[in-house]
């Protein structure tokens, strides 16, 4: 059962990679994604990982997050295993720890806004899923808008839908891919700051991959990978 | 929780689509079995009518019905009515007639109606019960000729009766020797008072029933074993006239269903597919929120279910509607009070359709959600598509014609139309490849054709499945097309408007030439003219006819003297089967029918001897024939050529003639004319006959009519299901500058060539299907069918084309940003 709290690692991190690697096959030959990666978050902590297009941000981003298993290592969310429980119990984690934030957007386009961000929480069977829900959108400002398919919203407007509903069930880390790579850049700063602020509120573990430098900056920790390789960035250093 | 999103699920369009057809197939299925169940329930009784009984038990001899069988007919809830019928002479002021009587009961015509008029001018009425004690009806004829009017006294034996009424028309008036005579109706309780009927008078008694068909089942089996040889029982499927036409009616009935089924099947393994398809982000996502595998195949088996009960239900209060509409324009059209005959049991089809098609082909696509990657929510662009493996296609389709063989309990039916799938899908399989190479050579130097057919290339896969859905729909559309043109120009063919309707009998030779004189006075074609000889059949290759035959009872038209005819020309409806039909100047051979040529075992060269009168003939069998019997024209076991064995014998002549209601007072000339000449009027039999089987054409059209719809909708929701992806393409070659009327040419002859080579596809493997279910289920002829061939193509492409260009408007209209935004 996956209710202990404190970590089986014997620390108190939120995540914890060790000797991570991480291949695909491609026509038969494996092409390396991901070598030797080694990496703690703390609880509460909020860590940006940057890097270029195809170094394997999302990929770790997704390892992390228990939605794929890695080739071999070891991967600690909240005091569990990833690479040694069934995606069964992976699943059973995300539903009660896990939240996500994705580039684009991934809004069903045939539910409302307030639809949207009901549906993390009715399949978790909150009961009051619809007031959680109102309040959510009435904090990221889209009070006006409930009724609202994800046709009939901005970009903007989308991602607060998705940030709203990644918050909905209050998870404990919440893994953000690109939440702003869709946006212009005062969208995409609303956005952020958004994120931020609720991420505050909740006490949210945050782990973020982006592009964008001045969110990654507004992060405790910036991880920068390259070639499948991660390294941290020292705080306050220009990339 | 679940119900709540399976609701917020009927805004997605794929799930539209899918419900849509799930709809259909309910609806169509079930709105099909309460149709056909009612119609047979109606038709049977329409032809029940020709009995005036749902049976008949009638004595061979002159043996009245024991009452204990009457007792346990009605101790069996059944309704149960006395009939008697001899022949006697009625006598007027005027003068005498030899007439044929009718005895009826107070319960006569238990099923059908007496069409009666009250006077020779006033309207005809159709009434339900028999005359009065103490009086008679009269046919109108034999009113002329007995001189009487309305309310005067015939005398029949010793007793006297009032002429109250003229009887027009009786529901089961038979073609038999007592109706030579002119009818003459009286009251069942009348017959001993006119001391006519004495020990060893010729008297024909028949019990009449009637109620629900199990109780005749049982008391059929109770009577079974002791009715031997003394009496028959008759059902209105052994009449040869109909039982054919309502055996062909319910196969095709059959078919109609079936092929409902099929469509059904296809519509929802299209729209499935499409679904499940749809749902991979979507089960992604949930991944992402906790999901399990297990979980989300139990959320989409609840959805399943749930969408399989609604559209059951909904298909059901559908269908009812549909089927009553059905009903009551079908009791227009057959001019009938329109009695809807409630039944639960057509109704298990459908939802069992729903059931095994739902499952047979929803499932394994959505059941493989579960494999869906949760990674695939950062790589959305990722395509693979559900494919569904061999087993599990090959299990679908089992399940379906299992469903087919159920429905239908037909082995040959499934056969046939597994058969047709087959070859069209093999059929489709290379000539598709091979289209698409000999497409992919060809250079176009017109833009539209360029980009049609580099679409038509590019998504080989999803053009094929689209070809395979137009070509299976069209394909049993076309099935049934053809089916029912060869059922109806069957039926006309049978009785046509102008079939022979009098006939002549007894006609003595030297009175032929003024016959033929009267006919020509008055205008009347008449058919040919053919001698009759009586004759009985004694031996066979040497062997007496009675130890030659094994079961007397199957030859009862050799315990009585046969009529022998003698004719060089082949009857019209005759063809040979075997042997050679006689030369012009033939002199020897005798031809045989074929029924009678296979119960004796006869074969060409065996040896026949007939005697007539004193005289002993011996003729070799030179032809063995097939005799359509329900054609309603003089037709004979046994013919000799025109200079052959009969031309000394002593004959009399017989021919027949159409003649018009209105005509029919030219008879009383004739037969005041001819007195020794017998007049047999079957005008009202035909009558009856080709109502029933006009009632049977209609519905054979409605049902048609109603699949032609549902294949209809089935091709649309097939074009509706796969457009998402045609309209971001659309959206894309849009933007990136092609132009609308480019656009809207090269959607258009995409699907118009879709829709042809679907269209020829599909009506050639119809034509095989129908080869196969004409040459058994209907035992017709089989032909090509050219004018189906080339327009179903034709027809189809037109169709298609103009659907995808409704279907693909708004890509063609809206500003391409707008587009892109909405495909998002």
Not at chain 1, 42 to 58: H, L, M, N, Q
Not at chain 2, 797 to 807: E, K, S, Y
Request: charged share 20%; glycine share 6%; hydrophobic share 50%.
């Amino acid at each position: 059962m996956l209710t202990d709290r404190q970590s089986a690692s014997g620390n108190d991190c939120m995540i914890e990679v060790r000797k991570l690697n991480h291949h695909i096959t491609l026509s038969d030959q494996p092409l390396p994604i991901l070598n030797d990666i080694d990496l703690k978050i703390a609880y509460g902590e909020s860590a940006a990982i940057v890097g270029r297009s195809g170094s394997g941000k999302t990929t770790l981003l997704g390892l992390m997050a228990g939605l794929d298993t890695a080739v071999s290592g070891e991967i600690w969310l909240d005091g569990h295993s990833l690479l040694t429980i069934s995606e069964d119990e992976r699943a059973a984690l995300r539903a009660s720890r896990v939240g996500f934030v994705f580039q684009s957007f991934q809004l069903l386009s045939a539910l409302t806004a307030l639809e949207n961000v009901m549906l993390p929480l009715e399949l978790s069977g909150v009961d009051s899923a619809r007031q959680r829900a109102e309040d959510l959108l009435k904090r990221v400002g889209l009070e006006q808008r409930l009724q609202h398919t994800p046709r009939q919203l901005s970009g903007g407007e989308q991602q607060r839908v998705a940030i709203a509903r990644a918050f909905a069930v209050e998870p404990k880390i919440l893994f953000a891919d690109e939440p702003t790579g869709n946006l212009d850049s005062q969208t995409g700063n609303n956005v952020a700051e958004l994120l931020m602020q609720l991420n505050r509120e909740q006490g949210t573990t945050l782990v973020m991959v982006t592009h964008d430098e001045a969110l990654a900056d507004r992060c405790d920790r910036q991880f920068i990978i390259d070639a499948g390789h991660l390294h941290e960035r020292p705080q306050g250093m220009d990339a | 929780m679940n119900a709540i999103l399976v609701f917020r699920d009927l805004r997605q369009r794929t799930v539209k689509v899918m419900l849509v057809s799930l709809l259909i197939a309910v609806s169509s299925v079930a709105t099909i079995s309460l149709f056909s169940e009612h119609l047979q329930q109606t038709l049977l009784s329409s032809a029940n009518a020709f009995l005036a009984a749902d049976r008949q038990l009638n004595s061979r001899s002159s043996a009245p019905i024991p009452i204990e069988w009457i007792g346990q007919a009605q101790s069996q809830g059944l309704k149960t009515s006395l009939v008697a019928e001899f022949s006697t002479m009625v006598a007027s002021d005027s003068g005498f007639h030899l007439v044929a009587v009718k005895a009826v009961d107070d319960h006569y015509p238990l099923r059908g109606e007496l069409d009666w008029q009250s006077d020779l001018d006033s309207p005809r009425q159709s009434i339900m019960h028999g005359p009065a004690r103490g009086e008679v009806w009269l046919n109108p004829r034999l009113m002329r000729m007995l001189e009487v009017s309305l309310g005067d006294e015939v005398e029949i034996g010793v007793a006297a009766f009032k002429v109250s009424g003229l009887l027009v028309r009786e529901p089961d008036a038979r073609m038999n020797l007592s109706a030579l005579a002119p009818r003459l109706m009286m009251h069942l309780d009348d017959m001993p008072s006119t001391e006519v009927i004495q020990p060893g008078s010729r008297i024909r008694h028949q019990a009449l029933f009637a109620g629900a068909e199990s109780a005749l089942v049982d008391l059929e089996q109770w009577l079974e074993p002791q009715i031997a040889g003394e009496f028959r029982w008759v059902d209105v499927r052994q009449t040869e006239s109909l039982g054919e036409a309502l055996d062909r009616a319910e196969a095709f009935l059959m078919l109609g269903g079936s092929l409902a089924v099929l469509l059904a099947a296809v519509a929802i393994a299209v729209s499935s597919r499409e679904y499940a398809r749809s749902q991979r982000d979507v089960v992604a996502l949930y991944k992402t929120f906790g999901m399990t595998g297990r979980k989300i195949q139990q959320h989409y088996l609840f959805r399943l279910g749930l969408w399989g009960v609604c559209s059951a239900i909904l298909g059901l209060l559908l269908a009812i509607p549909a089927a009553l509409l059905l009903a009551s324009m079908a009791a227009r059209l057959m001019e009938q009070r329109l009695q809807f005959q409630w039944s639960l049991w057509p109704v298990w089809p459908a939802v069992l359709t729903a059931a095994v098609v739902l499952f047979a082909f929803a499932w394994p696509a959505i059941s493989r959600l579960r494999d869906i990657p949760a990674m695939r929510v950062f790589r959305s662009l990722e395509q693979s598509k559900p494919a569904a493996s061999l087993v599990e296609t090959s299990l679908a389709l089992l399940a379906v014609f299992a469903l087919i063989w159920l429905y239908t309990a037909d082995g040959l039916l499934v056969l046939a139309l597994f058969s047709g799938l087959s070859l069209l899908l093999a059929t489709l399989a290379t000539g598709s490849a091979l289209l698409l190479k000999l497409l992919g050579k060809l250079s176009f130097t017109w833009q539209s054709w360029k980009m049609a057919v580099i679409r038509l290339k590019r998504h080989r896969s999803a053009s094929l499945v689209q070809l395979t859905v137009f070509a299976m729909t069209l394909m049993l559309a076309s099935t049934l097309i053809l089916t029912r043109t060869a059922l109806l120009s069957d039926w006309q063919a049978q009785l046509p408007e102008d079939a022979p309707n009098h006939f002549l009998l007894n006609i003595p030779a030297d009175s032929v030439e003024s016959v033929e004189a009267f006919l020509t006075e008055h205008d009347i074609e008449q058919n040919p003219l053919y001698p009759i000889v009586r004759g009985r059949l004694i031996a066979i290759n040497g062997t007496s006819a009675n130890e030659w035959i094994v079961n007397p009872e199957q030859v009862s038209e050799l315990n009585r003297e046969l009529s022998l005819t003698a004719s060089s020309a082949l009857p019209d409806d005759n063809s040979v089967l075997a042997g050679q039909w006689f030369t012009p100047h033939e002199r020897w051979g005798v031809s045989v029918e074929q029924s009678i040529a296979e119960t004796l075992g006869l074969q060409i060269g065996d040896e026949l001897q007939f005697t007539i009168g004193a005289e002993v003939i011996s003729e070799p069998v030179t032809s063995i024939r097939s005799v359509q019997w329900d054609s309603m024209r003089p037709n004979f076991f046994f013919m000799f050529p025109e200079y052959g064995a009969l031309t000394n014998q002593p004959a009399t002549w017989l021919t027949s003639f159409y003649l018009a209601d209105e005509d029919k007072l030219i008879l009383n000339d004739f037969v005041r004319q001819f007195p020794t000449i017998a007049l047999l009027e079957i005008d009202h039999i035909i009558e009856r006959i080709q109502n029933i089987i006009s009632q049977v054409s209609q519905a054979v059209e409605a049902i048609l009519v109603m699949i032609l719809l549902a294949a209809l909708a089935v091709m649309f929701s097939v074009v509706s299901a796969t457009l998402a992806e045609r309209q971001r393409e659309g959206a894309l070659i849009r933007t990136l500058g092609g132009t609308q009327r480019l656009m809207n040419r090269s959607i258009m002859l995409e699907f118009a060539m879709i829709g042809f080579f679907a269209g020829l596809a599909g009506v050639m493997a119809a034509e095989l299907a129908v080869w196969g279910l004409q040459y058994r289920l209907f035992e017709g002829q089989f032909q090509f069918h050219w004018p189906l061939i080339l327009t179903v193509p034709v027809v189809s492409a037109v169709l298609i084309a103009a659907f995808g260009r409704w279907q693909l408007k708004p890509v063609l209209q809206v500003s391409p940003m707008l587009l892109l935004r909405r495909l998002e």
